[in-house]
Nanobody
């Protein structure tokens, strides 16, 4: 079992920045591919960004490329999502997820085995 706890959400003005954290615990939690998804009210959950278990590969959705950066600290078993140049359309609940050797299916939510409880990000215009 892997437990994921997100933090760092909040209210920010458009153009501002936030950094989300996802702390993972449990045996072998550091060996999982990690992803961030988000869900806005009335919309389906969508892929945002992912990072391989080694940290060597990252994948971004077109909507956040160039503005968001994912990274992981293996020693702390924590994944970070640095979000810059935030827009009102980035407003959503952001979820951290862990999956085992996801490979090319990193954008598919059903490939992830464990999910955090979510953290709210609100960007005001």
């Amino acid at each position: 079992q892997v437990q994921l706890v997100e933090s760092g959400g909040g209210l920010v003005q458009a153009g501002g920045s936030l950094r989300l954290s996802c702390a993972a615990s449990g045996r072998t939690s550091g060996s999982y591919d990690m992803g961030w998804f988000r869900q806005a009210p009335g919309k389906e959950r969508e892929f945002v960004v992912a990072i391989s278990w080694s940290g060597g590969n990252t994948y971004y959705s077109d909507s956040v490329k160039g503005r968001f950066t994912i990274s992981r600290d293996g020693a702390k078993n924590t994944v970070y999502l640095q979000m810059n140049s935030l827009k009102p359309e980035d407003t959503a609940v952001y979820y951290c997820a862990a999956g085992w050797r996801i490979g090319s299916r990193y954008a598919s939510a059903n490939r992830y085995d464990y999910w955090g409880q979510g953290t709210q990000v609100t960007v005001s215009s």
